[in-house]
Protein backbone atom coordinates (compact mmCIF):
# COMPACT_ATOMS: atom_id res chain seq x y z
CA UNK A 1 0.00 0.00 0.00
CA UNK A 2 3.25 2.59 1.14
CA UNK A 3 4.43 1.90 -2.20
CA UNK A 4 0.70 2.47 -4.07
CA UNK A 5 0.76 5.69 -2.27
CA UNK A 6 4.32 6.97 -2.85
CA UNK A 7 3.64 5.98 -6.51
CA UNK A 8 0.30 8.05 -6.38
CA UNK A 9 1.86 11.10 -4.52
CA UNK A 10 4.56 11.42 -7.60
CA UNK A 11 1.78 10.85 -10.14
CA UNK A 12 1.45 14.98 -11.91
CA UNK A 13 -2.37 15.40 -12.02
CA UNK A 14 -4.10 18.15 -14.20
CA UNK A 15 -3.85 21.59 -12.73
CA UNK A 16 -7.11 21.63 -11.91
CA UNK A 17 -7.21 18.77 -9.61
CA UNK A 18 -3.90 19.80 -7.89
CA UNK A 19 -5.90 21.17 -4.90
CA UNK A 20 -7.71 17.34 -4.23
CA UNK A 21 -4.05 15.36 -4.13
CA UNK A 22 -4.15 15.15 -0.45
CA UNK A 23 -6.86 13.26 -0.16
CA UNK A 24 -6.06 10.66 -2.94
CA UNK A 25 -4.93 8.05 -0.01
CA UNK A 26 -8.43 8.36 1.58
CA UNK A 27 -9.69 8.18 -1.36
CA UNK A 28 -7.87 5.17 -2.35
CA UNK A 29 -8.59 3.27 0.90
CA UNK A 30 -12.23 3.64 0.64
CA UNK A 31 -12.38 1.99 -2.89
CA UNK A 32 -10.44 -0.43 -1.49
CA UNK A 33 -12.86 -1.28 1.47
CA UNK A 34 -15.72 -0.61 -1.27
CA UNK A 35 -13.84 -3.68 -3.69
CA UNK A 36 -13.72 -6.00 -0.22
CA UNK A 37 -16.95 -5.25 0.98
CA UNK A 38 -18.59 -5.95 -2.97
CA UNK A 39 -16.12 -9.09 -3.58
CA UNK A 40 -17.91 -10.66 0.33
CA UNK A 41 -21.20 -8.94 0.01
CA UNK A 42 -24.32 -10.97 0.40
CA UNK A 43 -26.82 -10.90 -2.93
CA UNK A 44 -30.24 -9.26 -1.89
CA UNK A 45 -32.16 -12.27 -1.92
CA UNK A 46 -30.30 -14.29 1.15
CA UNK A 47 -29.82 -11.10 3.07
CA UNK A 48 -32.37 -12.48 5.01
CA UNK A 49 -30.99 -15.80 6.18
CA UNK A 50 -27.82 -15.50 9.01
CA UNK A 51 -24.58 -15.69 7.86
CA UNK A 52 -21.21 -17.08 9.18
CA UNK A 53 -18.50 -14.28 9.16
CA UNK A 54 -16.03 -13.86 6.52
CA UNK A 55 -13.46 -12.58 8.50
CA UNK A 56 -13.55 -15.79 10.90
CA UNK A 57 -14.39 -18.26 8.05
CA UNK A 58 -11.06 -16.72 6.11
CA UNK A 59 -9.15 -16.94 9.20
CA UNK A 60 -10.31 -20.81 9.82
CA UNK A 61 -9.04 -21.55 6.35
CA UNK A 62 -5.32 -19.42 7.05
CA UNK A 63 -4.66 -21.39 9.91
CA UNK A 64 -5.11 -24.65 8.38
CA UNK A 65 -8.03 -25.54 10.15
CA UNK A 66 -10.06 -28.67 8.71
CA UNK A 67 -13.27 -29.03 7.34
CA UNK A 68 -15.04 -30.57 10.27
CA UNK A 69 -13.27 -28.48 12.98
CA UNK A 70 -14.51 -25.35 11.12
CA UNK A 71 -18.10 -26.38 10.49
CA UNK A 72 -17.77 -27.27 14.79
CA UNK A 73 -16.23 -23.74 15.57
CA UNK A 74 -18.15 -21.40 13.20
CA UNK A 75 -21.52 -23.53 11.94
CA UNK A 76 -22.96 -25.67 14.97
CA UNK A 77 -23.54 -23.20 17.38
CA UNK A 78 -25.94 -21.31 14.17
CA UNK A 79 -27.70 -25.03 14.72
CA UNK A 80 -27.76 -25.32 18.22
CA UNK A 81 -29.63 -21.57 18.78
CA UNK A 82 -32.37 -23.35 16.45
CA UNK A 83 -31.41 -21.75 12.97
CA UNK A 84 -32.56 -24.31 10.23
CA UNK A 85 -30.02 -22.71 7.18
CA UNK A 86 -26.49 -20.27 7.61
CA UNK A 87 -24.71 -18.82 4.73
CA UNK A 88 -21.36 -19.39 4.61
CA UNK A 89 -18.75 -17.55 1.96
CA UNK A 90 -16.33 -20.35 -0.13
CA UNK A 91 -15.38 -20.43 -3.97
CA UNK A 92 -16.69 -17.24 -4.68
CA UNK A 93 -20.19 -17.16 -3.70
CA UNK A 94 -22.45 -17.75 -0.77
CA UNK A 95 -23.79 -21.12 -0.06
CA UNK A 96 -26.93 -22.36 2.10
CA UNK A 97 -25.95 -24.41 4.61
CA UNK A 98 -28.66 -26.80 5.88
CA UNK A 99 -28.56 -27.36 9.95
CA UNK A 100 -32.04 -28.94 10.13
CA UNK A 101 -33.03 -32.68 9.53
CA UNK A 102 -36.55 -32.33 8.71
CA UNK A 103 -35.21 -29.51 5.47
CA UNK A 104 -32.52 -32.01 4.44
CA UNK A 105 -35.40 -34.94 4.07
CA UNK A 106 -37.30 -32.74 2.23
CA UNK A 107 -35.04 -31.24 0.03
CA UNK A 108 -33.51 -34.55 -0.76
CA UNK A 109 -36.92 -35.80 -1.53
CA UNK A 110 -37.16 -33.43 -4.51
CA UNK A 111 -34.73 -34.26 -6.95
CA UNK A 112 -36.03 -32.36 -9.78
CA UNK A 113 -36.59 -28.78 -7.92
CA UNK A 114 -33.16 -29.62 -6.36
CA UNK A 115 -30.85 -31.41 -8.74
CA UNK A 116 -26.96 -31.83 -7.78
CA UNK A 117 -25.16 -28.74 -9.18
CA UNK A 118 -22.73 -28.71 -11.28
CA UNK A 119 -19.64 -27.41 -10.09
CA UNK A 120 -17.36 -24.73 -11.43
CA UNK A 121 -15.22 -25.82 -14.04
CA UNK A 122 -11.52 -25.31 -14.07
CA UNK A 123 -10.81 -27.42 -10.36
CA UNK A 124 -8.32 -30.45 -10.90
CA UNK A 125 -10.44 -31.85 -8.23
CA UNK A 126 -13.35 -32.02 -10.61
CA UNK A 127 -11.14 -33.04 -13.86
CA UNK A 128 -10.02 -35.98 -11.91
CA UNK A 129 -13.66 -37.30 -10.58
CA UNK A 130 -15.36 -36.28 -14.05
CA UNK A 131 -18.59 -35.13 -14.29
CA UNK A 132 -20.76 -38.25 -16.25
CA UNK A 133 -20.99 -40.61 -12.82
CA UNK A 134 -23.85 -41.50 -10.51
CA UNK A 135 -22.94 -38.90 -7.80
CA UNK A 136 -23.25 -35.68 -10.19
CA UNK A 137 -25.47 -36.34 -12.94
CA UNK A 138 -29.15 -35.51 -13.09
CA UNK A 139 -32.39 -36.45 -14.77
CA UNK A 140 -32.45 -39.38 -17.63
CA UNK A 141 -28.46 -39.69 -17.60
CA UNK A 142 -28.88 -40.26 -13.67
CA UNK A 143 -31.38 -42.77 -13.85
CA UNK A 144 -29.41 -44.59 -15.94
CA UNK A 145 -25.78 -44.39 -13.85
CA UNK A 146 -28.00 -45.57 -10.68
CA UNK A 147 -29.39 -48.52 -12.67
CA UNK A 148 -26.63 -49.57 -13.52
CA UNK A 149 -24.23 -49.13 -10.59
CA UNK A 150 -26.97 -50.51 -8.33
CA UNK A 151 -27.53 -53.63 -10.53
CA UNK A 152 -23.58 -53.93 -10.36
CA UNK A 153 -23.57 -53.79 -6.39
CA UNK A 154 -26.25 -56.12 -5.46
CA UNK A 155 -25.25 -58.79 -7.31
CA UNK A 156 -23.27 -60.16 -4.28
CA UNK A 157 -21.75 -58.95 -0.92
CA UNK A 158 -18.01 -59.86 -1.16
CA UNK A 159 -17.73 -61.06 2.48
CA UNK A 160 -14.93 -63.62 1.28
CA UNK A 161 -12.95 -61.34 -0.56
CA UNK A 162 -13.10 -58.97 2.69
CA UNK A 163 -11.59 -62.01 4.95
CA UNK A 164 -9.30 -62.65 3.01
CA UNK A 165 -8.16 -59.07 2.72
CA UNK A 166 -7.88 -59.02 6.44
CA UNK A 167 -5.42 -62.09 6.95
CA UNK A 168 -3.15 -60.49 4.67
CA UNK A 169 -3.53 -57.24 6.49
CA UNK A 170 -2.74 -59.59 9.70
CA UNK A 171 0.26 -60.67 8.27
CA UNK A 172 1.52 -57.48 7.78
CA UNK A 173 1.07 -56.24 11.34
CA UNK A 174 3.24 -59.42 12.38
CA UNK A 175 3.35 -59.50 16.27
CA UNK A 176 1.55 -56.27 16.70
CA UNK A 177 3.43 -53.05 18.45
CA UNK A 178 3.24 -49.12 17.45
CA UNK A 179 1.17 -49.44 13.59
CA UNK A 180 0.47 -46.59 11.56
CA UNK A 181 -2.76 -47.72 11.41
CA UNK A 182 -4.41 -44.91 9.26
CA UNK A 183 -2.03 -46.03 6.31
CA UNK A 184 -2.82 -49.61 7.10
CA UNK A 185 -6.49 -49.02 6.71
CA UNK A 186 -6.02 -47.31 4.04
CA UNK A 187 -4.14 -49.95 1.82
CA UNK A 188 -6.44 -52.41 3.09
CA UNK A 189 -9.26 -50.29 1.60
CA UNK A 190 -7.81 -49.83 -1.71
CA UNK A 191 -6.75 -53.50 -1.65
CA UNK A 192 -10.24 -54.09 -1.40
CA UNK A 193 -11.96 -51.74 -3.70
CA UNK A 194 -9.24 -52.95 -6.15
CA UNK A 195 -10.26 -56.24 -6.35
CA UNK A 196 -13.95 -56.65 -5.54
CA UNK A 197 -15.12 -53.34 -7.51
CA UNK A 198 -12.89 -52.94 -10.11
CA UNK A 199 -11.41 -55.99 -10.50
CA UNK A 200 -7.23 -54.72 -10.08
CA UNK A 201 -4.91 -56.10 -7.16
CA UNK A 202 -3.20 -52.97 -6.45
CA UNK A 203 -1.24 -54.81 -3.84
CA UNK A 204 -1.19 -52.03 -1.51
CA UNK A 205 -1.77 -54.42 1.76
CA UNK A 206 1.95 -56.22 0.81
CA UNK A 207 3.74 -53.10 -1.19
CA UNK A 208 3.47 -49.79 0.30
CA UNK A 209 5.57 -48.40 -2.41
CA UNK A 210 2.93 -49.25 -4.99
CA UNK A 211 3.41 -47.62 -8.34
CA UNK A 212 -0.54 -46.80 -7.94
CA UNK A 213 -0.49 -46.07 -4.17
CA UNK A 214 2.38 -43.49 -4.61
CA UNK A 215 0.53 -41.91 -7.49
CA UNK A 216 -3.06 -41.40 -5.88
CA UNK A 217 -1.87 -40.11 -2.91
CA UNK A 218 0.78 -37.74 -4.42
CA UNK A 219 -2.27 -36.64 -6.74
CA UNK A 220 -4.65 -35.99 -3.61
CA UNK A 221 -1.65 -34.42 -1.57
CA UNK A 222 -1.08 -31.98 -4.48
CA UNK A 223 -3.95 -31.72 -5.89
CA UNK A 224 -5.25 -28.18 -5.07
CA UNK A 225 -1.90 -26.65 -6.79
CA UNK A 226 -3.39 -25.42 -10.07
CA UNK A 227 -0.23 -25.76 -11.53
CA UNK A 228 0.03 -29.66 -10.55
CA UNK A 229 -0.51 -32.16 -14.00
CA UNK A 230 0.23 -35.70 -12.99
CA UNK A 231 -3.10 -35.58 -12.47
CA UNK A 232 -3.90 -36.91 -16.22
CA UNK A 233 -1.20 -39.80 -15.30
CA UNK A 234 -3.70 -41.00 -12.71
CA UNK A 235 -6.63 -40.65 -14.97
CA UNK A 236 -4.83 -42.56 -17.78
CA UNK A 237 -4.06 -45.18 -15.23
CA UNK A 238 -7.94 -45.93 -14.16
CA UNK A 239 -8.36 -45.77 -18.62
CA UNK A 240 -5.82 -48.53 -18.85
CA UNK A 241 -7.89 -50.23 -16.03
CA UNK A 242 -11.23 -49.64 -17.68
CA UNK A 243 -10.02 -50.74 -21.10
CA UNK A 244 -8.28 -54.17 -19.20
CA UNK A 245 -11.58 -55.32 -17.46
CA UNK A 246 -13.05 -55.17 -21.22
CA UNK A 247 -10.90 -57.60 -22.60
CA UNK A 248 -10.54 -59.71 -19.04
CA UNK A 249 -13.87 -59.96 -17.80
CA UNK A 250 -14.04 -61.07 -13.85
CA UNK A 251 -16.30 -61.28 -10.68
CA UNK A 252 -16.29 -57.77 -9.81
CA UNK A 253 -18.02 -54.65 -10.12
CA UNK A 254 -16.86 -52.89 -13.05
CA UNK A 255 -17.07 -56.38 -14.95
CA UNK A 256 -21.01 -56.13 -13.60
CA UNK A 257 -21.40 -52.19 -15.18
CA UNK A 258 -19.45 -53.30 -18.31
CA UNK A 259 -22.32 -55.91 -19.55
CA UNK A 260 -24.61 -53.27 -19.91
CA UNK A 261 -23.90 -51.05 -22.77
CA UNK A 262 -25.84 -47.66 -22.49
CA UNK A 263 -22.52 -45.86 -21.01
CA UNK A 264 -19.61 -44.55 -22.96
CA UNK A 265 -16.04 -44.91 -22.05
CA UNK A 266 -16.31 -41.07 -20.04
CA UNK A 267 -19.03 -42.34 -18.19
CA UNK A 268 -17.68 -45.96 -16.94
CA UNK A 269 -14.39 -43.94 -15.71
CA UNK A 270 -15.96 -41.53 -13.88
CA UNK A 271 -18.23 -44.25 -12.24
CA UNK A 272 -14.94 -46.17 -11.69
CA UNK A 273 -13.08 -43.31 -9.82
CA UNK A 274 -16.49 -42.28 -7.63
CA UNK A 275 -15.65 -45.72 -6.55
CA UNK A 276 -12.68 -45.64 -6.25
CA UNK A 277 -12.62 -42.86 -3.98
CA UNK A 278 -15.83 -43.89 -2.01
CA UNK A 279 -14.97 -47.21 -1.50
CA UNK A 280 -11.20 -46.38 -0.27
CA UNK A 281 -11.14 -42.76 1.33
CA UNK A 282 -14.32 -42.79 3.34
CA UNK A 283 -14.29 -46.68 4.39
CA UNK A 284 -10.58 -46.08 4.98
CA UNK A 285 -11.38 -43.20 7.56
CA UNK A 286 -14.48 -44.61 9.08
CA UNK A 287 -12.36 -47.82 10.21
CA UNK A 288 -9.58 -45.58 11.36
CA UNK A 289 -12.29 -43.67 13.28
CA UNK A 290 -13.79 -46.95 14.94
CA UNK A 291 -10.38 -48.21 16.03
CA UNK A 292 -9.90 -45.06 17.37
CA UNK A 293 -12.84 -44.61 19.60
CA UNK A 294 -12.52 -48.90 20.46
CA UNK A 295 -8.58 -47.54 21.84
CA UNK A 296 -10.31 -44.94 23.75
CA UNK A 297 -12.89 -46.69 25.64
CA UNK A 298 -11.56 -50.57 26.09
CA UNK A 299 -14.58 -51.14 27.76
CA UNK A 300 -16.56 -51.17 24.46
CA UNK A 301 -13.82 -52.79 22.87
CA UNK A 302 -13.70 -55.64 25.46
CA UNK A 303 -17.72 -55.83 25.15
CA UNK A 304 -17.88 -56.04 20.94
CA UNK A 305 -15.07 -58.64 21.44
CA UNK A 306 -16.92 -60.72 23.73
CA UNK A 307 -19.74 -60.49 21.07
CA UNK A 308 -17.67 -61.60 18.14
CA UNK A 309 -16.53 -64.25 19.86
CA UNK A 310 -20.21 -65.57 21.20
CA UNK A 311 -21.18 -64.98 17.45
CA UNK A 312 -18.41 -66.60 16.16
CA UNK A 313 -18.06 -69.55 18.79
CA UNK A 314 -18.83 -72.70 16.11
CA UNK A 315 -17.50 -70.79 13.20
CA UNK A 316 -16.14 -73.30 10.53
CA UNK A 317 -15.11 -71.25 8.09
CA UNK A 318 -11.77 -70.40 9.64
CA UNK A 319 -12.46 -67.30 11.44
CA UNK A 320 -13.97 -66.16 8.66
CA UNK A 321 -17.30 -64.11 9.68
CA UNK A 322 -20.21 -65.44 8.01
CA UNK A 323 -23.82 -63.40 7.67
CA UNK A 324 -25.58 -65.01 9.75
CA UNK A 325 -22.70 -64.43 12.53
CA UNK A 326 -22.35 -60.94 11.49
CA UNK A 327 -26.55 -60.75 11.65
CA UNK A 328 -25.60 -61.88 15.73
CA UNK A 329 -23.42 -58.40 16.59
CA UNK A 330 -25.57 -56.02 17.20
CA UNK A 331 -23.55 -54.36 19.11
CA UNK A 332 -20.34 -54.44 16.67
CA UNK A 333 -23.39 -52.51 14.27
CA UNK A 334 -23.93 -50.25 16.74
CA UNK A 335 -20.24 -49.09 17.18
CA UNK A 336 -19.64 -48.78 13.36
CA UNK A 337 -23.09 -46.65 13.44
CA UNK A 338 -21.69 -44.50 16.21
CA UNK A 339 -18.36 -43.70 14.76
CA UNK A 340 -19.81 -42.94 11.28
CA UNK A 341 -22.13 -40.35 13.66
CA UNK A 342 -19.33 -38.66 15.43
CA UNK A 343 -16.60 -38.53 13.16
CA UNK A 344 -18.41 -38.77 9.60
CA UNK A 345 -15.82 -39.40 6.88
CA UNK A 346 -18.21 -36.84 4.45
CA UNK A 347 -18.70 -33.91 6.71
CA UNK A 348 -21.37 -32.48 3.79
CA UNK A 349 -23.16 -33.23 0.96
CA UNK A 350 -22.63 -32.65 -2.63
CA UNK A 351 -24.41 -29.05 -3.80
CA UNK A 352 -27.98 -28.96 -4.51
CA UNK A 353 -28.98 -26.23 -7.18
CA UNK A 354 -32.47 -24.48 -6.37
CA UNK A 355 -34.48 -24.37 -9.32
CA UNK A 356 -37.46 -22.19 -7.33
CA UNK A 357 -38.04 -19.54 -4.96
CA UNK A 358 -39.33 -22.30 -1.59
CA UNK A 359 -40.22 -21.70 1.80
CA UNK A 360 -39.04 -24.70 4.11
CA UNK A 361 -39.96 -25.26 7.77
CA UNK A 362 -37.67 -26.77 9.88
CA UNK A 363 -37.97 -29.34 12.75
CA UNK A 364 -38.54 -27.06 15.39
CA UNK A 365 -41.07 -25.10 13.15
CA UNK A 366 -38.90 -22.26 12.09
CA UNK A 367 -38.98 -21.12 8.33
CA UNK A 368 -36.09 -20.42 5.86
CA UNK A 369 -36.89 -18.90 2.24
CA UNK A 370 -34.62 -20.41 -0.20
CA UNK A 371 -34.60 -18.62 -3.48
CA UNK A 372 -34.31 -19.90 -6.39
CA UNK A 373 -30.38 -20.01 -7.97
CA UNK A 374 -29.27 -20.67 -4.54
CA UNK A 375 -26.87 -22.92 -4.02
CA UNK A 376 -27.15 -25.02 -0.86
CA UNK A 377 -25.57 -28.08 0.88
CA UNK A 378 -27.07 -30.56 3.62
CA UNK A 379 -24.31 -30.11 6.15
CA UNK A 380 -23.93 -33.84 7.62
CA UNK A 381 -21.28 -32.54 10.46
CA UNK A 382 -23.80 -30.21 11.73
CA UNK A 383 -26.54 -32.13 12.00
CA UNK A 384 -24.72 -35.41 13.34
CA UNK A 385 -23.75 -32.88 16.37
CA UNK A 386 -26.75 -30.91 16.70
CA UNK A 387 -27.72 -31.53 20.65
CA UNK A 388 -31.71 -31.39 19.91
CA UNK A 389 -31.23 -34.14 18.16
CA UNK A 390 -28.32 -36.20 19.73
CA UNK A 391 -28.19 -36.53 23.76
CA UNK A 392 -24.30 -35.63 24.66
CA UNK A 393 -23.48 -35.68 20.63
CA UNK A 394 -19.77 -34.90 21.27
CA UNK A 395 -19.69 -38.64 23.22
CA UNK A 396 -18.76 -41.67 21.79
CA UNK A 397 -21.82 -43.82 22.19
CA UNK A 398 -22.81 -46.63 20.80
CA UNK A 399 -25.75 -47.57 22.98
CA UNK A 400 -28.03 -45.35 21.41
CA UNK A 401 -28.58 -46.99 18.11
CA UNK A 402 -29.25 -50.25 20.66
CA UNK A 403 -32.43 -52.20 20.87
CA UNK A 404 -34.36 -49.31 18.17
CA UNK A 405 -37.51 -50.72 16.51
CA UNK A 406 -37.03 -51.15 12.87
CA UNK A 407 -39.37 -47.90 12.37
CA UNK A 408 -37.08 -46.49 14.68
CA UNK A 409 -34.10 -46.95 12.83
CA UNK A 410 -35.72 -46.09 9.75
CA UNK A 411 -36.54 -42.91 11.52
CA UNK A 412 -33.09 -42.40 12.15
CA UNK A 413 -31.40 -43.21 8.90
CA UNK A 414 -34.08 -40.72 6.78
CA UNK A 415 -33.53 -37.61 8.99
CA UNK A 416 -30.68 -37.58 11.28
CA UNK A 417 -27.97 -40.42 10.57
CA UNK A 418 -26.83 -39.35 7.20
CA UNK A 419 -23.19 -40.88 6.41
CA UNK A 420 -24.52 -42.03 3.26
CA UNK A 421 -26.82 -38.98 2.39
CA UNK A 422 -30.10 -39.99 1.75
CA UNK A 423 -32.99 -39.89 -0.22
CA UNK A 424 -33.46 -41.75 -3.54
CA UNK A 425 -29.89 -40.23 -3.85
CA UNK A 426 -28.35 -41.88 -0.83
CA UNK A 427 -25.10 -43.55 -1.47
CA UNK A 428 -25.39 -46.88 -3.60
CA UNK A 429 -22.52 -48.90 -2.16
CA UNK A 430 -23.96 -48.41 1.32
CA UNK A 431 -24.43 -51.75 1.86
CA UNK A 432 -20.70 -52.69 0.34
CA UNK A 433 -19.31 -50.19 2.50
CA UNK A 434 -21.08 -51.41 5.89
CA UNK A 435 -20.18 -55.11 5.40
CA UNK A 436 -16.41 -54.54 4.83
CA UNK A 437 -16.06 -52.35 8.11
CA UNK A 438 -17.80 -54.94 9.84
CA UNK A 439 -15.99 -58.01 8.57
CA UNK A 440 -12.62 -56.05 9.79
CA UNK A 441 -13.61 -55.18 12.78
CA UNK A 442 -15.53 -58.22 14.10
CA UNK A 443 -11.62 -60.19 13.08
CA UNK A 444 -9.66 -57.44 14.13
CA UNK A 445 -11.47 -57.80 17.52
CA UNK A 446 -10.97 -61.51 17.43
CA UNK A 447 -7.39 -61.23 16.97
CA UNK A 448 -6.31 -58.10 18.44
CA UNK A 449 -6.53 -55.99 21.42
CA UNK A 450 -5.38 -52.01 20.97
CA UNK A 451 -4.79 -49.09 23.23
CA UNK A 452 -3.63 -45.66 22.33
CA UNK A 453 -0.01 -44.33 23.01
CA UNK A 454 -0.26 -42.03 26.00
CA UNK A 455 1.53 -39.50 23.94
CA UNK A 456 -0.57 -39.54 20.75
CA UNK A 457 -1.74 -36.12 19.20
CA UNK A 458 -4.93 -37.49 19.13
CA UNK A 459 -5.46 -38.33 23.17
CA UNK A 460 -7.55 -34.95 23.72
CA UNK A 461 -10.01 -35.93 20.50
CA UNK A 462 -9.12 -37.31 17.18
CA UNK A 463 -7.75 -35.17 14.78
CA UNK A 464 -8.40 -35.30 11.10
CA UNK A 465 -5.86 -34.17 8.05
CA UNK A 466 -7.13 -31.95 5.14
CA UNK A 467 -8.89 -33.79 2.33
CA UNK A 468 -9.76 -31.87 -0.99
CA UNK A 469 -12.68 -34.45 -0.55
CA UNK A 470 -13.88 -32.44 2.37
CA UNK A 471 -13.59 -35.14 4.39
CA UNK A 472 -13.01 -36.80 7.57
CA UNK A 473 -9.66 -38.59 8.10
CA UNK A 474 -7.76 -39.12 10.54
CA UNK A 475 -4.16 -38.48 10.49
CA UNK A 476 -1.22 -39.93 12.22
CA UNK A 477 -3.13 -42.20 13.61
CA UNK A 478 -0.71 -44.88 15.63
CA UNK A 479 -2.21 -47.49 17.98
CA UNK A 480 -0.42 -50.11 19.77
CA UNK A 481 -1.30 -53.99 18.96
CA UNK A 482 -0.81 -57.22 20.80
CA UNK A 483 -2.67 -60.68 19.74
CA UNK A 484 -5.96 -60.74 22.27
CA UNK A 485 -6.22 -63.16 24.55
CA UNK A 486 -8.26 -66.11 24.09
Keep these: MST?????????????????????????????????????AVPRELRHLPKVSVIRTLWSFIRGEVEDVRI???????????????????????????LDRKIAKDLSADIVTYPKEVPPDGLLLWRFVGYQNVILSNGEAWKRHHKVVKTALDRNVPIGEFSTLAKKLFVQMGNGGLLHWNDLTMRYTLDAVGTTAIGHDFDAINN?????????NHVMESIANPAYLAI???????????????????NDMLTYMLEDKNMNDTEYRDNMVVFFIAGH???????????????????????????VRAAMAKNTTNGEPTMAELAQMPYLQACIRESLRVNTPITYMVPRAAMKDAVFTGSNGKEAFIPAGSSIITNITAIHYKE???????????????????????????????????GSRMCPARNFAMYEQRVLAAMLLNEWEWTIPSDSEHIAGIKNG?????????????????????
Excluded: C
Aim: aromatic share 14%; net charge neutral.
Design 232 to 250: DELVAMFQGILTFKKENPG
Design 466 to 486: FSPFALSLPQNLYLNFKPARK
Design 208 to 216: HDSPFVKKY
Design 72 to 98: KKLLLPYANKGEPAVLVYALGRWIVHV
Design 281 to 307: DTTAGAMSSLSYYMAMKPEIQQRAREE
Design 4 to 40: ILSTLNDFQLPAELEPYKAYWPVLLSGAVVLGVRNLF
Design 388 to 422: DYWSNPTEFIPERFMNLSESQEKEYDATQWLPFAL
